[in-house]
T-cell receptor
Framework: GNSVTQMEGPVTLSEEAFLTINCTYTATGYPSLFWYVQYPGEGLQLLLK?????DKGSNKGFEATYRKETTSFHLEKGSVQVSDSAVYFC?????????FGSGTRLSIRP | DAGVIQSPRHEVTEMGQEVTLRCKPI?????LFWYRQTMMRGLELLIYFNNNVPIDDSGMPEDRFSAKMPNASFSTLKIQPSEPRDSAVYFCASGPAGPSYNEQFFGPGTRLTVL
């Protein structure tokens, strides 16, 4: 069935390190793809999105490219900050819903 | 815009009691979603509405759960009777028309503890 698979956490990095969080999806058609972020004690908020193949979404230094050939949407950031510590969710659109992955907890050490 | 508003932010109740969670979506949004988040099960979609009409309630765990949307600016999620396994953070989210291509805006959540 349709699903999203993202790398399990927790991921712990030092400040200014390079970040990659892998995400692959199984879906029919051409869904829109999203990364949502959840800071402690808050609801999810959209970080970035891509609506068609080869699109690159970007925001706050984060990037992800819609790769239809590999059904992937990996999240990357060149230099992480302590303030990036949060849980990151990969997701895709399905009809009128959004299907979320299980989330990856990211912790950044000063 | 105030964003999605949820109340209460925290609720502690005893097993068997009725619990009502409330949500005010962003004005003008056509879709409203209720989610539940736990460590064990992650984020689960319970039910969603389009123009105040329930579209898909397949995620509602059992008959103890019910949701209503009497108008475009208000929705409730009710649990009666509540059980300890219902303890979770419940999120309401709203989205504009065509949410397949647009973001959902989440509220801050209600943390429910059933003793």
């Amino acid at each position: 069935g349709n699903s999203v698979t993202q790398m399990e956490g927790p991921v712990t990095l030092s400040e200014e390190a390079f970040l990659t969080i892998n995400c692959t999806y199984t879906a029919t058609g051409y869904p829109s793809l999203f990364w949502y972020v959840q800071y402690p004690g808050e609801g999810l908020q959209l970080l970035l999105k891509a609506t068609k193949a080869d699109d690159k979404g970007s925001n706050k230094g984060f990037e992800a490219t819609y790769r239809k050939e590999t059904t992937s949407f990996h999240l990357e950031k060149g230099s992480v900050q302590v303030s990036d510590s949060a849980v990151y969710f990969c997701a895709y659109s399905s009809a009128s819903k959004i299907i979320f992955g299980s989330g990856t907890r990211l912790s950044i050490r000063p | 815009d105030a964003g999605v508003i949820q109340s209460p932010r925290h609720e502690v109740t005893e097993m068997g009691q009725e619990v009502t969670l409330r949500c005010k979506p962003i004005s003008g949004h056509d879709y409203l979603f209720w989610y539940r988040q736990t460590m064990m099960r992650g984020l689960e979609l319970l039910i969603y509405f389009n123009n105040n009409v329930p579209i898909d309630d397949s995620g509602m765990p059992e008959d103890r759960f019910s949701a209503k949307m009497p108008n475009a600016s208000f929705s409730t999620l009710k649990i009666q009777p509540s059980e300890p396994r219902d303890s979770a953070v419940y999120f309401c989210a709203s989205g504009p028309a065509g949410p397949s291509y647009n973001e959902q805006f989440f509220g801050p959540g209600t943390r429910l503890t059933v003793l």
